[in-house]
């Protein structure tokens, strides 16, 4: 559940939904509270300036009396009026108040404290008794229309303080916050299961329908097919990947005609193999005798004797035909390798030892180019000094006029090659060798590139065409593989890559 695409979306939306909505929420609120104080300020300044006046009307007409009963009767009448009050500015004692039993005392502190450090002040909030007020503190100026009563000593007579009282103003904010914390929360729910809804709809159901498809044609149904309705994203894959599955389909009825090609081809190659065993065996024998009967002729004739050179002959063509006969045992009934730890290189001396002679004398230059760590591996030393053997005569004989056969060994990291998936998958270690045989001769002829390794294909005059066949061979029992690239008039590469297996691994 937790690892679900579902689960992953709807997570990253609720948290993203629950930032924005509170976020969102937030500032309505704090926008709204603002705009509410802001009220109750402008509020304040209004009631403030128009008491100022009343009090400036009732002084004018020298009706101080009338003073005190204006005040009361101001509270009274408005709901929100919480306190009004005239104090001393020379001491803070309040000479009129709304209340008249704070007549004679003195103001509060903190009003106090404000009228001396900025005199007239804009409003502000104070909280009196535990309850909250918006303040506001107005000069009552000695006018020269008051010189007459007052005289010109004082410059300021009084100060108003008028306190408003915030309690319908917090009832208010407290029940929008309230209202709007429940009107996000319904919208949050609305938003949040209509995007449920459509994730549902619109992609967890078709990811669901792909997903079973995908299982079924893992449990071996290659004719499943995904919808591809509607023509958005998802459809646009599922239709890309019936594509890919009707190309799957195809190559693996190709893979399949091939294996059964592969394996009408192995059983009439065993099938052959037995009959060439067999025929081998039958001439071998008699081969022999004619052999041995030939040469006790000719030990019985004289050096000068014509007869001499036929019987010579026959012996050629004789050997001839045993080395024939011995090339399709090998082939029909090979012999198990023997692996021991050997080292490559040194296969490949004995192998160029044994065809320098018909090298320089066909003028091919061999060159080496073997590198320093060449490690051990486990190996038939005999038979792949045969498969090297084969190689470097083929070489020899694709240059009839002379040329270079280059052979080289490294062993790199199996990671660190550019190869066919297919070689590497094969190569069972991490290290491999590459050994490879370039000749400057004439190159392959394309079509005949398919047929290089089959029994017994060969475009030369004499030979068996199983040398590369049984080279091939080889190289698979040793859990390597040899590959061919050819240009004509260009020359010919075989390649062959070999595992490095310790002694105490399996080949």
Known sequence: MFNSLRFKIITAVFVMLSLIMTVATWRNIRSTEEKLLTGQKEKTVLLSDRISHGIMVLMLQNKWGDLQNMMESLVTDATELE??????????????????????????????????????????????????????????????????????????????????????????????????LIESIVGFLILAGTFVLVIVVLIERPIIKMIRVIRRIENGDLSARMEEEPKDELGQMAKSFNRMLETVETANREVESCHAEQMRRAAKLASLGEIISGIAHEIKNPLTGISCAVQVFQSEMNDDDGKKAITSEILSHINRLDVTVKALLNYAKPKPPAFLPYKVNDALDKAIFFVYTEAKKNNVIIDTDIKSDIPETMMDSDQMQQVFLNLIINAIQAMPTGGNLRISISSPDKEDVEIDDRIKEHLKSDRILIITFEDTGGGIDPGFMASVFDPFFTKKSKGTGLGLSISQRIVHEHGGEITLSSEVGKGSVFTIYLPVISGGEDV
């Not at 009084?158 to 209202?179: C, Y």
Request: charged share 35%; with cysteine.
């Open 83 to 180: 306190d009004i009050k005239i104090f001393l500015p020379d001491n803070g004692v309040i000479v009129v108040s709304s209340n008249p039993d704070e007549i004679g005392e003195k103001i509060y502190p903190r009003d106090m404290n404000i009228f001396k450090e900025v005199g007239e002040s804009e409003v502000f909030f104070i909280e009196k008794d535990g309850k909250e007020y918006t303040s506001k503190l107005k000069l009552i100026k000695n006018l020269p229309v008051c010189h007459r009563c007052h005289g010109t000593n004082k410059e300021v007579l009084g100060v108003l303080d008028v306190d408003i009282s915030l309690t319908k103003v917090s009832k208010a904010i407290k029940e929008f916050r309230k209202e709007h």
